[in-house]
Structure formats: C-alpha cells, structure tokens
C-alpha cells in the first residue's frame, strides 16, 4: 500500500543530492578516522574516533571539512546518526559532558 509516508520516503532515497551528500560525509569520515590511525599508531574505533573530535578543536576543523557539513553540530550529529550505539557509551558520555563544561565558562 502506498501511502503519503512512503511515497515520502521513495522520493528521499531516490533523491540525487541526498544520496551524494550522503555518501560525501562517510568518505569523509572514513578518511578522518584512516587519518587518526595512522597518526596515532593504533586501531580507532568509532565510540573513539567521536572522543577525539570533541575534545581537539583543530580533529573537528578537519572532520566537518572533509564531511562536507555546514557546522560542527550538524557533523556530530550526522556521526550520531550513523553510529547511534555512541549515545550509550560512557567514555562518550564524560567527554561531552566535559565539553559542555568547557563552553560555560
């Protein structure tokens, strides 16, 4: 059955920009986390990989640059929705807490 709801959805996955924009910001991603590895000397993992772009300022130029997003918050949020377990994990938890913090003062 076709109803206004999934002929929303048909439209939007069939959408040309959407799914560049899409595939854009994974590339993207990918290479921030490749770049990270090798810089770092170890395996990252994703839960990881969301800690270091928060806590340095100069991780998350380079992470919404070469994701293509607009802003720092529509880059973390795209990785959020990407990896949604993020949102359970407590390292992850801490640092945004942390950051939080940080902004206030």
Same mark, same amino acid.
Request: glycine share 6%.
């Given at each position: ?27 993207? &991603?990918?290479?921030?986390? $490749?770049? *990270?590895?090798?810089?770092?000397? @170890? +395996?990252?993992?994703?839960?990881? #990989? ?29 990785? &959020?929705?990407?990896?949604? $377990?993020? *949102?359970?994990?407590?390292?992850? @938890? +801490?640092?945004?807490?942390?950051? #939080? ?5």
């Amino acid at each position: 059955m076709l109803n206004s709801k999934n002929i929303t959805n048909i439209i939007h996955n069939s959408d040309p920009v959407e799914t560049t924009a899409g595939k854009e910001f994974i590339t993207g &991603l990918l290479k921030v986390g $490749a770049f *990270l590895s090798i810089v770092s000397g @170890k +395996k990252i993992n994703s839960s990881t #990989l969301f800690t270091m772009i928060l806590e340095n300022s100069d991780i998350r130029y380079i992470f919404v640059s070469l994701t293509g997003a607009s802003d720092e918050r529509e880059a973390l949020l795209g990785m &959020l929705y990407m990896y949604p $377990a993020l *949102l359970k994990s407590k390292n992850v @938890k +801490k640092t945004f807490q942390r950051s #939080l913090k940080n902004d206030r003062i």
